[in-house]
T-cell receptor, first 113, second 116 residues
Framework: DAGVIQSPRHEVTEMGQEVTLRCKPI?????LFWYRQTMMRGLELLIY????????DSGMPEDRFSAKMPNASFSTLKIQPSEPRDSAVYFCASRSLEADTQYFGPGTRLTVL | AQTVTQSQPEMSVQEAETVTLSCTYDTSESDYYLFWYKQPPSRQMILVIR??????QNATENRFSVNFQKAAKSFSLKISDSQLGDAAMYFC?????????????FGGGTRLMVKP
């Protein structure tokens, strides 16, 4: 199994630009989570999906952030427009609804200049 | 809401020695899961060990074991025979078994340094 796949691994962009982060969950997993990790705030859950449906997006910081899961094997997290304070590592994780363990992707390190 | 606290920002251990990382949590629920994740410099979050709250037996995975004290809401991680590759950030995490959250609540992490 390839595990959770995230792309890109690194993204450097300028303030005001649109950023799209991508995630492919483990095949057969039907829950998907987006986390953000910063030094100041640690690991924060942004949003999660069950069976492609967003369940809880209360962690999404503001309207500039949006997430979609058009099918069971793909999700995106979009930031538009990006700001320097969005600089962080963004993790995607997936889990089978029948299981108790989330498996994390390698993360995307985002730098907004 | 559940909270997870790791009171040790940094810990150090000599190679081949044993170290224990502390974690406490606050919850009103009786059934839940607890996890320890390791994050090496590569940033990958790697599951180390997990514990089901309804099981009294402490989980063990090779050199890693936990001391789960449900009444005290404590979930410490013991690493035996520490190796250089164990150097990483370690995160304790909580997940409710039944609520719709499905989400993990993480502690602030403990940075473990292993001295050769």
């Amino acid at each position: 199994d390839a595990g959770v796949i995230q792309s890109p691994r690194h993204e450097v962009t300028e303030m005001g630009q649109e950023v799209t982060l991508r995630c492919k969950p483990i095949s057969g997993h039907n829950s998907l989570f987006w986390y953000r990790q910063t030094m100041m705030r640690g690991l924060e859950l942004l949003i999660y999906f069950n069976n492609n449906v967003p369940i809880d997006d209360s962690g999404m910081p503001e309207d500039r952030f949006s997430a979609k899961m058009p099918n069971a094997s793909f999700s995106t997290l979009k930031i538009q427009p990006s700001e320097p304070r969005d600089s962080a590592v963004y993790f995607c994780a997936s889990r089978s609804l029948e299981a108790d363990t989330q498996y994390f992707g390698p993360g995307t390190r985002l730098t907004v200049l | 809401a559940q909270t997870v606290t790791q009171s040790q920002p940094e810990m150090s251990v000599q190679e081949a020695e044993t170290v224990t990382l502390s974690c406490t949590y606050d919850t009103s629920e009786s059934d839940y899961y607890l996890f320890w994740y390791k994050q090496p410099p590569s940033r990958q979050m790697i599951l180390v060990i997990r514990q089901e709250a309804y099981k009294q037996q402490n989980a063990t995975e090779n050199r890693f074991s936990v001391n789960f004290q449900k009444a005290a809401k404590s979930f410490s991680l013991k690493i035996s025979d520490s190796q250089l590759g164990d150097a990483a950030m370690y995160f304790c995490a909580y997940r409710s078994r039944y609520n719709a959250g499905n989400m993990l609540t993480f502690g602030g992490g403990t940075r473990l340094m292993v001295k050769p």
